[in-house]
């Protein structure tokens, strides 16, 4: 197939759309405004529905009702419109519904700036909402990648009956790259993946048959519910992802990911060139985190990590430290406030490291 | 021998309802049950319920439901009736839910004139959470929030949601009714039945909202709460029909 010059927001869009999702609900904020659009123009070209909903909170709380039906459904929103939708995707989590949402991260905390950022780190892997629920979460570092991940998001999502979260920077949602497309599932296709969902999905069983409950809360059954869930996310060590560049001989190794990863993985083809052994550890799951990648390292070898991120404080890094468990130093390069980190900083602070 | 009368089938028959001695929610929930038998449409049911008592009959009913995060049923159920549009979906929700917290989701999904309806049960009071004041708690009457009695100056006026409503151009019908008497209860079930009609006729929004009672935290036996509804709730909520377009 043809490459395609498209921005990422659009590119999620339209991922999104080619794996069979027919509703979407979203409300404007920046830097995401462009998925909203896009399915605005989009959706009734393939008989699917898009609401502009009042609000971050209705918007993801329709999607919590199309989910419901068995329909692939999305929203998007961005940092603190994240924050407003964590209600609804603890009920989404809680009462098993499919769905897929993306933040097109911004700066923070508060309304922070419109600009960039990766300050959502924690919030997106340890909790989007409350109630201690798990969810995939992947962090594309290319337009691409934000394509391929927004179209398995769905089949996890799918697979799993729990929402899938894209953790995407406002630089991937921004930018444009030259990208491939997908295959656009077919109406038959759509068709039977709503299908597939009926037998739990909220369309109206009547008397005669055993009624769809969607369960929010679980007032007889709670602490079976959360056994059930966590048994679900103890499965979840097959679907870790991780890119190691150059990581065999590396005495220096950068954890990164999305935008600042792409960033260092350049900084670290110039380091290479002048003999710095430099390599990185790109987390593309961030929840489940591969931890793996950190606790296999040769210590011996390897005498800093440097936890490159748009983040201030660094978030990264605490899984970073868990992986490490104290067998060499961890350094810091960062950025924030809507500062998109600088090949030149990740350069800084290898050279300085590999002084040490 | 003809039979006039048999239990609805949209709710359980090995379940006993837990709602509190004298409650009009037992009553309301009956009459949607029976209205769905009648229309034959329990097939196509899906009940969105608020939070607070009026989620506590989930256990009851037979046919499909979720629950919504508080306040947001409207939009919970724009979500269900856009994405699977055969489906028959009603909002079930008390005043704190819809009238508060829910307000900016009720009055959208009216002003959309989403084709769904709301049956918004309006008692003055948040239930569950134990007595505390709701947007259509009564001047001098006392909640746990407002121990001294609801006044203008510090908790603002009782909302008319009908009449808000009204303002609106999109909504196809409001009507408030009560369930203070058996004739009411008749009004409410003939109510709820054109709501339903209107969305299976395409219509849009339609609202029922149905003067209740709550004798737990009102402090009252439950025949003194059908008299207070009658001197004190309906000369603020007048009954009638305020849209039907």
């Given at each position: 197939m043809a490459r395609v010059f498209m921005k990422g927001c659009e590119a999620i869009a339209e991922a999104a759309v080619r794996a069979g999702c027919r509703f979407f609900a979203g409300y404007p904020i920046t830097p995401q405004n462009e998925i909203p659009e896009y399915f605005a123009r989009r959706m009734p070209e393939v008989g699917g529905i898009f609401v502009q909903g009042e609000s971050e909170v209705a918007s993801i709380n329709m999607v919590y009702g199309a989910g419901s039906t068995g329909t692939r459904s999305m929203t998007s929103s961005s940092s603190c419109g994240i924050s407003l939708k964590s209600e609804g995707i603890s009920y989404c989590a809680s009462a098993r519904i499919p769905m897929v949402f993306a933040n097109i991260s911004r700066g923070g905390p508060g309304v922070g700036s419109i600009h960039p950022a990766q300050q959502d780190y924690l919030q997106a892997t340890k909790a989007s909402g409350n109630g201690g629920f798990e969810m995939l979460v992947f962090a594309p570092s290319t337009v691409q990648e934000a394509i391929d991940m927004t179209y398995n998001a769905f089949e996890y999502a799918q697979r799993d009956r729990n929402p899938v979260l894209i953790l995407c920077d406002g630089v991937i949602g921004t930018m444009m790259e030259p990208v491939k497309l997908p295959e656009m599932k077919t109406d038959e296709e759509v068709a039977a993946f709503k299908e597939g969902n009926k037998e739990w999905a909220c369309i109206g069983h009547g008397k005669d048959v055993k009624r769809s409950w969607i369960e929010p809360g679980h007032w007889r059954g709670q602490e079976d519910a959360n056994i059930e869930a966590a048994a679900m996310y103890e499965t979840w060590d097959k679907d870790v992802q991780v890119e190691e560049y150059l990581v065999e001989d590396a005495q220096i190794v950068i954890a990164a990911y999305g935008i600042s990863a792409r960033v260092a993985k350049s900084a670290i083809d110039i380091l290479r060139k002048e003999g710095i052994k430099v390599g990185l550890i790109r987390p593309i799951t961030v929840h489940p985190f591969p931890y793996h990648s950190f606790e296999k390292l040769d210590y011996s070898r390897v005498k800093a990590i440097l936890d490159v991120e748009m983040s201030i404080p660094a978030q990264l890094i605490y899984d970073v430290k868990l992986g490490v468990n104290n067998r060499c130093p961890i350094e810091t390069c960062l950025r924030s406030g809507g500062q998109i980190m600088s090949r030149d900083a990740v350069l800084d602070a290898v050279r300085k490291l590999n002084e040490k | 021998m003809e039979k006039v009368y048999s239990r609805t089938t949209?709710?359980?028959?090995d379940m006993v309802n837990g709602?509190?001695?004298?409650?009009m929610h037992s009553t309301i929930i009956k009459l949607i049950g029976e209205v769905l038998d009648e229309m034959d449409i329990m097939d196509k049911a899906v009940g969105v319920l608020g939070i607070g008592c009026c989620g506590l009959h989930m256990e009851y009913m037979t046919y499909d439901n979720t629950t919504a995060p508080h306040g947001r049923a409207c939009a919970v159920a724009t979500g269900i009736k856009r994405a699977n549009p055969d489906s028959l979906v009603y909002t079930y929700q008390g005043d704190g839910d819809f009238a508060s917290i829910g307000l900016g989701e009720s009055v959208s999904a009216a002003n959309r004139g989403e084709n769904i309806t709301v049956i918004f049960v309006n008692n003055g009071i948040y239930g569950m959470t134990g007595g505390q004041m709701a947007p259509t708690t009564l001047f001098g009457m006392k909640a746990s929030t407002a121990p001294k009695g609801r006044i203008a100056e510090e908790h603002g006026y009782p909302m008319h949601m009908c009449e808000i409503l009204n303002q609106l151009t999109a909504p196809a019908y409001l009507e408030r009714t009560s369930c203070n008497t058996p004739a009411n209860v008749m009004k409410t079930k003939k109510a709820i039945r054109k709501a339903f009609e209107n969305q299976l006729n395409g219509k849009g929004f339609s609202m029922v909202e149905i003067i209740s009672n709550c004798p737990t935290n009102w402090g009252v036996e439950p025949l003194d709460s059908l008299t207070f509804i009658e001197e004190k709730m309906l000369p603020e909520y007048p009954l009638g029909v305020i849209r039907d377009k």
């Open positions: - | 949209g709710i359980r028959e709602f509190c001695p004298g409650c």
